[in-house]
């Protein structure tokens, strides 16, 4: 009888204990807060996608207005390790993905299409079919935080935190592969970077601060280019970005005497015979305008809007006026092609970001060697269509001319022995002249 009361007992507190203890922790499905309540107090950037930033916890939170849409992610290196060989240079791009974020139930996963494959077709099923037949990838995955209401009926809010200060660049792998140590992130050194951390109407912008440590002897590259070259430390870039319209804009394709590199997907709708790898040309989009396209009547057209390059701004003189000069000649290329003030060149604004994907850039990139110069971009791969142009050059290739120019005119007689000042130095000009071409 006493046993029986004792079970009788156990049971009736288990009904009560338990599910008082479970709606303590949330399980009982407690309701989901509105993106309001979630963010009051917190520092919020609207934008493209809307960031907002919690300083007492630490963290970043996104807001995913749209689902199911094709957004373009690219990731970038704002600072750098300095060092030419290993390659991790201040402004480099790093991959450009299209990614769309899909929602099933509480979880939000950043999906990547496969577009190095297509069927450029009206038939759905056989557009599915291609599809279906190689592997997309998913970017990463997310939890819901907060719902929109009211004119943000559908947003949702995440946490991106951990998102936005991971390798994403892959710097432990380029470490590893140019034999400067086996690195690895330590997460205790490394934050969200707040003057960063930027939105835009067509473009968002988050950043990281990133400690990369390691406990073995690091490479020679890593000892003379970092302050401590056990704790290294770079930042990485998180670009979301509006993909353009892609009326008025005709995909063009790629010859292989154009000098160009191409952009280059398989098209498995294309008809037998014919071959399914499909190459287009990346290009700057330059419309004529539509209400008068010859305004002088000079024969020339008026673009709706002209392609502005902008010279890295700590670009000292005289490089910068000679980056200026040789840059802004490209403009007679673009006349002789029929534009008119087609191509500008100008100094980037001290209130503008060089990683913004609204600026087409001339960086001047310092390396502890001389190093290569090259140009990047960023496409839309669906067209071709450059987004935003990206120019990285060597400074010390400069200095290197100099010495030839040393070399070849040998000054040390007479009064050249006493060296020349800058108004009158021939190897100085010639250094200039090359840097114009």
């Given at each position: 009888?006493?046993?029986?009361?004792?079970?009788?007992?156990?049971?009736?507190?288990?009904?009560?204990?338990?599910?008082?203890?479970?709606?303590?922790?949330?399980?009982?499905?407690?309701?989901?807060p509105t993106i309001a309540e979630k963010?009051?107090?917190?520092?919020?950037?609207?934008?493209?996608?809307?960031?907002?930033?919690?300083?007492?916890?630490?963290?970043?939170?996104?807001?995913?207005?749209?689902?199911?849409?094709?957004?373009?992610?690219?990731?970038?290196?704002?600072?750098?390790?300095?060092?030419?060989?290993?390659?991790?240079?201040?402004?480099?791009?790093?991959?450009?993905?299209?990614?769309?974020?899909?929602?099933?139930?509480?979880?939000?996963?950043?999906?990547?299409?496969?577009?190095?494959?297509?069927?450029?077709?009206?038939?759905?099923?056989?557009?599915?079919?291609?599809?279906?037949?190689?592997?997309?990838?998913?970017?990463?995955?997310?939890?819901?935080?907060?719902?929109?209401?009211?004119?943000?009926?559908?947003?949702?809010?995440?946490?991106?935190?951990?998102?936005?200060?991971?390798?994403?660049?892959?710097?432990?792998?380029?470490?590893?592969?140019?034999?400067?140590?086996?690195?690895?992130?330590?997460?205790?050194?490394?934050?969200?970077?707040?003057?960063?951390?930027?939105?835009?109407?067509?473009?968002?912008?988050?950043?990281?601060?990133?400690?990369?440590?390691?406990?073995?002897?690091?490479?020679?590259?890593?000892?003379?280019?970092?302050?401590?070259?056990?704790?290294?430390?770079?930042?990485?870039?998180?670009?979301?970005?509006?993909?353009?319209?892609?009326?008025?804009?005709?995909?063009?394709?790629?010859?292989?005497?154009?000098?160009?590199?191409?952009?280059?997907?398989?098209?498995?709708?294309?008809?037998?015979?014919?071959?399914?790898?499909?190459?287009?040309?990346?290009?700057?989009?330059?419309?004529?305008?539509?209400?008068?396209?010859?305004?002088?009547?000079?024969?020339?057209?008026?673009?709706?809007?002209?392609?502005?390059?902008?010279?890295?701004?700590?670009?000292?003189?005289?490089?910068?006026?000679?980056?200026?000069?040789?840059?802004?000649?490209?403009?007679?290329?673009?006349?002789?092609?029929?534009?008119?003030?087609?191509?500008?060149?100008?100094?980037?604004?001290?209130?503008?970001?060089?990683?913004?994907?609204?600026?087409?850039?001339?960086?001047?990139?310092?390396?502890?060697?001389?190093?290569?110069?090259?140009?990047?971009?960023?496409?839309?791969?669906?067209?071709?269509?450059?987004?935003?142009?990206?120019?990285?050059?060597?400074?010390?290739?400069?200095?290197?001319?100099?010495?030839?120019?040393?070399?070849?005119?040998?000054?040390?007689?007479?009064?050249?022995?006493?060296?020349?000042?800058?108004?009158?130095?021939?190897?100085?000009?010639?250094?200039l002249a090359r840097i114009r071409q």
């Open positions: 009888m006493l046993r029986s009361c004792a079970l009788f007992v156990l049971a009736l507190l288990l009904t009560v204990v338990l599910p008082a203890h479970a709606q303590e922790n949330g399980d009982e499905g407690d309701p989901t963010t009051e107090g917190m520092e919020a950037m609207d934008g493209f996608f809307p960031v907002y930033w919690d300083a007492q916890a630490g963290k970043i939170w996104l807001e995913i207005p749209r689902f199911d849409a094709n957004v373009l992610y690219v990731t970038s290196l704002p600072a750098g390790l300095g060092s030419n060989p290993v390659g991790l240079d201040r402004g480099q791009l790093g991959e450009k993905r299209v990614v769309r974020f899909e929602r099933t139930g509480p979880k939000v996963l950043m999906v990547e299409p496969n577009l190095d494959v297509r069927a450029t077709t009206d038939n759905p099923a056989e557009r599915r079919a291609v599809k279906d037949a190689f592997a997309a990838g998913v970017v990463s995955g997310f939890e819901v935080a907060a719902e929109g209401t009211g004119e943000k009926e559908g947003h949702v809010l995440v946490d991106a935190t951990d998102f936005v200060v991971r390798d994403a660049h892959g710097i432990v792998r380029t470490l590893k592969y140019e034999d400067q140590g086996d690195f690895s992130l330590s997460s205790e050194r490394s934050a969200p970077y707040l003057p960063n951390l930027k939105a835009f109407p067509q473009n968002t912008e988050l950043e990281a601060r990133l400690t990369f440590t390691t406990d073995e002897e690091p490479g020679e590259y890593v000892r003379r280019t970092a302050s401590d070259p056990y704790h290294v430390t770079l930042r990485v870039r998180h670009s979301l970005i509006q993909l353009p319209d892609t009326s008025g804009f005709s995909p063009r394709r790629f010859h292989p005497r154009s000098g160009y590199f191409p952009l280059t997907y398989a098209d498995y709708a294309v008809p037998v015979g014919e071959d399914i790898d499909q190459r287009l040309i990346r290009r700057h989009r330059l419309q004529c305008t539509s209400e008068n396209p010859d305004p002088d009547g000079d024969g020339l057209c008026t673009p709706e809007e002209p392609i502005v390059y902008y010279v890295d701004d700590g670009t000292p003189e005289p490089v910068r006026s000679a980056l200026l000069d040789g840059a802004r000649w490209w403009d007679q290329a673009f006349e002789a092609a029929g534009f008119d003030n087609a191509f500008r060149v100008e100094v980037l604004p001290d209130t503008a970001d060089a990683m913004d994907v609204r600026y087409n850039t001339i960086q001047w990139v310092h390396r502890r060697t001389r190093g290569w110069s090259y140009g990047d971009s960023v496409v839309d791969p669906r067209t071709g269509e450059i987004i935003k142009g990206h120019v990285t050059l060597g400074s010390r290739r400069v200095r290197q001319d100099y010495l030839l120019a040393e070399g070849l005119l040998a000054p040390y007689q007479g009064e050249q022995a006493d060296g020349f000042q800058p108004e009158n130095d021939p190897m100085l000009e010639m250094a």
